[in-house]
Nanobody
């Protein structure tokens, strides 16, 4: 079993920044793909960014310029640095992980393990 815990969410004004963290514990296996997704009220979940254990990454086009994913494999931790936040970024942000995905991309159905989410709210 794998346990994911996200932290770092909060409330900021437009143009602000936040850094989310996701710590993975349990039997995560080697070569785990870790990713961030988000879901706003009334909207479908969407992928934000993903990063494989070898450092290869994938971003949603609309967020690539403002968001940066990174990870510390020794700490089983993934990060999402978000800058120049906009009200449209308001959502629950979820961490996902899986070591068996065919490719480390933003296809949510591929991920077996999910965190409980951390709320990001951006005011205008």
């Amino acid at each position: 079993q794998v346990h994911l815990v996200e932290t770092g969410g909060g409330s900021v004004e437009t143009g602000g920044s936040l850094r989310l963290s996701c710590v993975a514990s349990g039997n995560i296996g080697s070569g785990v793909c870790m990713a961030w997704f988000r879901q706003a009220p009334g909207k479908e979940r969407e992928g934000v960014a993903a990063m494989d254990a070898d450092g290869s990454w994938s971003y949603a086009d609309s967020m690539k310029a403002r968001f940066t994913i990174s990870r510390d494999n020794a700490k089983n931790t993934a990060y999402l640095q978000m800058t120049n936040l906009e009200p449209e970024d308001t959502a629950m942000y979820y961490c996902a992980a899986d070591s068996t995905v065919p490719l480390c991309t933003l296809i949510s159905v591929d991920f077996a393990y999910w965190g409980q989410g951390t709320q990001v709210s951006v005011s205008s």
